[in-house]
């Protein structure tokens, strides 16, 4: 796919001798890489390494290289949620970002979840997660992959920036803004990247940035920490809108911060009046590291006020709590959920202090158990997915490489002398999903839209 002119044009004009390298590697292959979910294998070295010829990515523990002819996106592993397959260089984000258990992070451009779902295995399900996204569609993809991660403490919602800044004003300790952007640094990895650039692309993608890192800023309590980037090479972008969030806001800083060897320091003078401290950005070229194009800044919030507290999710008080789920836990479960809410008749399990996400779209909030039915529950698949194996009286492990998995996948049922009940289906001990044993079969709870064809 050939490269836009006036693309190709500007990158030599600010490249210079640096410029055949980079046009080489942007006409080269791309790179794959995946993310282990800590929350579901916690283990730095993972235990299957050598079957899809994984290797470390320097810049994020969790990341690694893998061989593309292994097809990780399509098996068990991935349904279960043992790892996000995402470009290397977008890993980036999240080890920048770095939240701690306990913290309250935001990520406000959120969908699909690469950068929500490696915050969140930072996270360990302490603390609150809100990953947000604007477009509906998208909002609803970011969901499932936050189900498919197992996180307990996460509010998914669909809403603009703004309805969120007037809700959350000096709120979070840690805001992600993986901004919308003109795409270059994807120009090798989708073909659509290209189709759908245009030379005044950048400056309009700065413009909207602009206005969402406005609300970002006014979000951030006095201290915290904002984490800026793109997939673009664009300096209209990148250090242009880092500059102009430091002339808007005196309070703003970037913070020196240590990156990885690979980074390429941002450049101060690729803007007008560029501030010295945009070299303590970071840029990552597909020709000075194996990834793609990205750019990263942290910043720091050094003043301003700290929002008021805002109104707390209400949980329901013990007497409240659906007989029909407190038979199903009994029954089935090791563990006892805290900080139940009945929404309709879905029921979920809220992290400690999460606010209340009414008047607001949100798509998830916490853990969802399940659907309470008159006379019965019916376990939801996110919490399959959240349960670990010591966590359910009743399991049925599948190896990986054995065919029962892909039948159960395919949402067949299967031959199973275990006792009848709620079964938590497993592949090599990761939790896949819900069956229900009865009379030596295992019926399948797989749900319909997740099924392989
Ligand atoms: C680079 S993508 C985010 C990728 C995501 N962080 C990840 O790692 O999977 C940017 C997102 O911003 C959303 N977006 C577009 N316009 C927006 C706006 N005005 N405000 C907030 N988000 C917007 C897009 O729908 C898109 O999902």
């Known amino acids: 796919m050939a490269l836009p002119t006036a693309f190709l044009t500007r990158m030599e004009r600010l490249l210079g001798e640096e410029y055949p390298d980079f046009v080489r590697a942007m006409e080269g292959p791309r790179a794959f890489g995946l993310r282990i ?6 283990q730095t070295e993972p235990p299957f390494a050598a079957r899809f010829g994984l290797h470390p990515v320097s810049w994020a523990r969790e990341g690694y290289y893998y061989d593309p002819e292994t097809r990780p996106g399509r098996h068990p592993y991935y349904e279960a949620g043992v790892y996000y397959i995402q470009e290397p260089s977008a890993m980036a984000v999240g080890a920048l970002a770095d939240p701690k258990p306990g913290e309250r992070v935001l990520d406000l451009c959120a ?64 805001i992600v803004v993986d901004a919308p952007c003109s795409g270059e640094g994807m120009f090798r990895k989708e073909e659509i990247a290209v189709t759908e650039w245009t030379e005044d692309a950048p400056v309009k993608c700065a413009a909207r940035q602009d206005e969402i890192l406005d609300c970002a800023v006014s979000m951030l309590r006095p201290g915290g920490r904002l984490v ?54 970071f840029r990552l070229f597909p020709h000075r590291l194996d990834g793609e194009g990205h750019f990263a800044a942290v910043l720091r919030k050094t003043d301003g006020q700290t929002g008021r507290a805002p109104a707390l999710a209400q949980c329901l008080p013990d007497k409240k709590i659906p007989g029909e789920y407190r038979t199903f836990e009994s029954e089935n ?39 309470v039915r008159k006379g019965r529950f019916e376990p939801a698949h996110a919490l399959a997915l959240a349960l670990r194996a010591e966590d359910a009286l009743r399991v049925i492990d599948l190896p990986a490489e054995q065919p029962l998995v892909e039948r159960y996948l395919r949402g067949e049922a299967i031959p199973w002398e275990g006792e009848n009940g709620w079964t938590l289906v497993l592949t090599d001990g990761y939790s896949l999903g819900w069956g229900k044993t009865s009379g030596g079969m295992l019926k399948n709870h797989y749900p319909k839209g997740l099924r392989w064809k």
């Open 111 to 174: 969908a699909p979840g690469g950068k929500t779902t490696h915050l969140a295995g930072r996270m360990q399900g302490e603390g609150i997660l809100i990953a947000n996204e604007i477009h509906p569609g998208r909002a609803k993809i970011l969901s499932q992959s936050v189900e498919r991660a197992g996180i307990r403490n996460c509010m998914v919602t669909n809403e603009t920036p703004q309805r969120l800044a007037d809700r959350f004003p000096g709120y979070f300790d840690c």
């Open 333 to 371: 479960l090791r563990v006892k959920f805290k900080n139940l809410t009945l929404c309709g008749d879905q029921l979920w399990a809220l992290p400690d202090d999460l606010p209340d996400g009414n008047g607001l779209r949100v798509l998830r909030q916490g853990l969802q158990l399940g659907t």
């Open 228 to 281: 800026y980037s793109t997939c673009t090479f664009a300096p209209e972008e990148d250090e242009g809108s880092v500059q102009r969030l430091l002339d808007r806001y005196p309070e703003m800083q970037v913070e020196t911060v240590p990156g990885d060897a690979h980074f390429a320091p941002g450049r101060p003078e690729w803007t007008e009046n560029g501030h010295p401290s945009l070299a303590q950005t």
């Open 37 to 42: 979910n800590p929350l579901k294998e916690p």
